[in-house]
């Protein structure tokens, strides 16, 4: 057992080496695998753990197995083997899938990830999967089979569970998600403080003097970076000694519905924007009812806004650290690459308040 980390079930371990030797290619689809008699001898385990082991990579779909021929690597039987056609001769490939590029934070997450890769050796890979779950699975399986060496995924909003994700961290294939992580599955994370940047700024509007702080933000559940900015939003609320109303927590999945949420609560004298897309909507919404900004209505922004439209308004924001998150994330990477063993770790990029008039 000494090719094997002690740090697991024995089945676990065997599961997670022979999947590497699969994804390394000293197994390559259709290769006929020891059997469970020679595997228990060189490991010097009992049968039932190699058993215990095959049987979780028939399940995943990695192996097959013919009675009285043996254990084969699977080829395109609903999980991707790495591909035959990948030439040994072309630059080992890292993936980035992100959900769009479409604004100056992802171009800057693409930027920086791209800055580190580039003196590696490795070539980088950019998907978008357009805020799909179903087309982030399928870039998953489509660059597994073009023999990709590791990922780096910004999940699609809304999404709290992804099986090939899953799959990969289970195999021990490197893999770093960005921005939010993935509850329940336990993989290797860079994301901004999300929690503490929206505790700052609503402890920065408590202590302008506002006392009726609302938040409004895009569909949060199952999108951890908003949920962890909602319970900094009421983390600061609470400490402040004021009352968490949720009436003033207004989950938009239609920005047509701002001007009444507006109109519905004109006791709020500050609100906090979640994010930029549904912040600008806010402003111009109250800018149509005639509501003063700032004046009558301060407006705190998580992320700088873009549109020209707005920059007559000075506003506070609380500003993430993009290029910072896509060099951690590749430099996290390549350390797994390293050594897929190492302990999945969690990186925070701290945000910064950025007051303004």
């Given at each position: 057992?000494?090719?094997?980390?002690?740090?697991?079930?024995?089945?676990?371990?065997l599961?997670?080496y022979?999947?590497?030797?699969?994804?390394?290619?000293?197994?390559?689809?259709?290769?006929?695998?020891?059997?469970?008699?020679?595997?228990?001898?060189?490991?010097?385990?009992?049968?039932?753990t190699?058993?215990?082991?095959?049987?979780?990579?028939?399940?995943d779909g990695?192996?097959?197995?013919?009675?009285?021929?043996?254990?084969?690597?699977?080829?395109?039987r609903?999980?991707?083997?790495?591909a035959?056609?990948?030439?040994?001769?072309?630059?080992?490939?890292?993936a980035?899938?992100?959900?769009?590029?479409?604004?100056?934070i992802?171009?800057?997450?693409?930027s920086?990830?791209e800055?580190?890769?580039?003196?590696s050796?490795?070539?980088?890979?950019?998907?978008?999967?357009?805020?799909?779950?179903?087309?982030?699975?399928?870039k998953?399986r489509?660059?597994?089979r073009?023999g990709?060496?590791?990922?780096?995924?910004?999940?699609?909003?809304?999404?709290?569970?992804?099986?090939?994700?899953?799959?990969?961290?289970?195999?021990?294939?490197?893999?770093?998600?960005i921005?939010?992580?993935?509850?329940?599955i336990?993989?290797?994370?860079?994301?901004?403080d999300?929690?503490?940047?929206?505790?700052?700024?609503?402890?920065?509007?408590?202590?302008?003097?506002?006392?009726?702080?609302?938040?409004?933000?895009?569909?949060?559940?199952?999108?951890t970076?908003?949920?962890?900015?909602?319970?900094?939003y009421?983390?600061?609320?609470?400490d402040?000694?004021?009352?968490?109303?949720?009436?003033?927590?207004?989950?938009?999945?239609?920005?047509?519905?701002?001007?009444?949420?507006?109109?519905?609560?004109?006791?709020v004298?500050?609100i906090?924007?979640?994010?930029?897309?549904?912040?600008?909507?806010?402003?111009?919404?109250?800018?149509?009812?005639?509501?003063?900004?700032?004046?009558q209505?301060a407006?705190?922004?998580?992320?700088?806004?873009?549109y020209?439209?707005?920059?007559?308004?000075?506003?506070?924001?609380?500003?993430?650290?993009?290029?910072?998150?896509?060099?951690?994330?590749?430099?996290?990477?390549?350390?797994?690459?390293?050594?897929?063993?190492?302990?999945?770790?969690?990186?925070?990029?701290?945000?910064?308040?950025?007051?303004?008039?």
């Amino acid at each position: 057992m000494n090719d094997l980390k002690k740090n697991a079930p024995l089945y676990i371990q065997l599961r997670s080496y022979i999947w590497q030797q699969i994804q390394q290619q000293h197994w390559k689809n259709g290769d006929r695998l020891p059997t469970e008699k020679e595997l228990a001898e060189r490991f010097n385990v009992s049968r039932i753990t190699i058993r215990n082991a095959l049987q979780a990579l028939v399940e995943d779909g990695f192996i097959y197995r013919i009675q009285g021929k043996g254990t084969f690597v699977a080829a395109e039987r609903g999980r991707p083997a790495i591909a035959d056609a990948a030439s040994r001769d072309t630059p080992p490939c890292i993936a980035f899938l992100i959900p769009r590029l479409n604004n100056r934070i992802t171009a800057q997450l693409l930027s920086s990830v791209e800055d580190v890769l580039s003196g590696s050796g490795f070539q980088l890979i950019f998907c978008k999967t357009h805020d799909s779950q179903q087309i982030e699975k399928q870039k998953i399986r489509e660059l597994l089979r073009l023999g990709v060496k590791g990922f780096i995924i910004y999940p699609v909003e809304g999404e709290s569970y992804n099986e090939e994700i899953l799959q990969l961290t289970l195999s021990k294939f490197p893999v770093v998600v960005i921005d939010r992580y993935l509850r329940g599955i336990e993989t290797n994370c860079v994301c901004s403080d999300n929690f503490g940047g929206a505790y700052s700024a609503i402890e920065h509007l408590i202590r302008s003097g506002h006392r009726k702080i609302a938040m409004v933000t895009s569909p949060y559940e199952g999108t951890t970076s908003l949920e962890d900015r909602l319970s900094g939003y009421e983390r600061a609320l609470e400490d402040h000694r004021l009352p968490v109303d949720r009436s003033l927590i207004f989950d938009c999945t239609d920005f047509s519905a701002i001007p009444s949420f507006l109109q519905d609560h004109p006791e709020v004298t500050a609100i906090f924007a979640g994010n930029t897309d549904v912040g600008v909507e806010l402003v111009r919404s109250a800018e149509r009812l005639g509501i003063g900004i700032p004046g009558q209505l301060a407006v705190v922004f998580y992320d700088e806004p873009e549109y020209p439209d707005l920059l007559k308004y000075p506003f506070t924001i609380i500003e993430q650290n993009q290029p910072e998150i896509g060099r951690n994330a590749a430099r996290l990477l390549l350390s797994i690459m390293e050594n897929p063993y190492q302990t999945r770790t969690k990186i925070t990029v701290p945000t910064k308040l950025v007051v303004r008039a």
